[in-house]
């Protein structure tokens, strides 16, 4: 199936799925999935981060919906540092798809400080094992922002209020 394909079909199910309220504990294991897959990109390297987070299925836009492996397999691995952190979050009514989205940052290898800035959009989908993969991954530039402090819910979303 073509990337293109398979990022048109998902696009209707997680409107679907965002229409029904999930447990708390679904939508915490999502969040602390994202904030790991960053702090992963920290300790290790950005591209080994996202070859253990995305989903074997999953597409990043590079410019275009490619099939995500493909593109972070053959970026070499390097010291540039990709710091990004979730600022809204929500989860699906069945606990098994997601999405995060916040501000990033961007310092090149040998650099002091970020050179670049912007805003990503990752859809989580929860795994037979039950751990969080990236399906889907974009990001934007824009001027720069500060990190959040934490994770808002966005639990208008759904048909009810956001679980307690």
Do not use: C, N
């Not at 897959?37 to 996202?50: P, Q």
């Not at 253990?52 to 597409?59: I, P, R, V």
């Not at 859809?123 to 969080?132: L, S």
């Amino acid at each position: 199936m073509a990337p293109r394909s398979s990022f048109l079909k998902a696009w209707p199910l997680l409107a679907l799925a965002l229409a029904l309220p999930a447990a708390a504990s679904d939508f915490d294991d999502l969040v602390s999935a994202e904030k790991a897959f960053a702090a992963d990109a920290a300790a290790r390297s950005t591209r080994d981060a996202f070859l253990a987070a995305l989903a074997d299925d999953g597409l990043v836009f590079a410019p275009g919906p490619t099939a995500g492996k493909r593109v972070w397999e053959a970026r070499k691995a390097d010291k540039s540092r990709l710091e990004w952190a979730p600022a809204v979050a929500e989860i699906a009514g069945s606990g098994d798809l997601g999405y995060t989205s916040g501000p990033w940052r961007f310092t090149p290898e040998g650099a002091d400080k970020p050179a670049a800035f912007g805003e990503f959009f990752t859809v989580w989908k929860k795994q037979a094992d039950g751990k969080w993969k990236v399906l889907i991954d974009h990001g934007v530039r824009h001027a720069e922002v500060v990190l959040p402090p934490q994770v808002q819910r966005r639990g208008s979303l759904t048909l009810g209020p956001a679980p307690t």
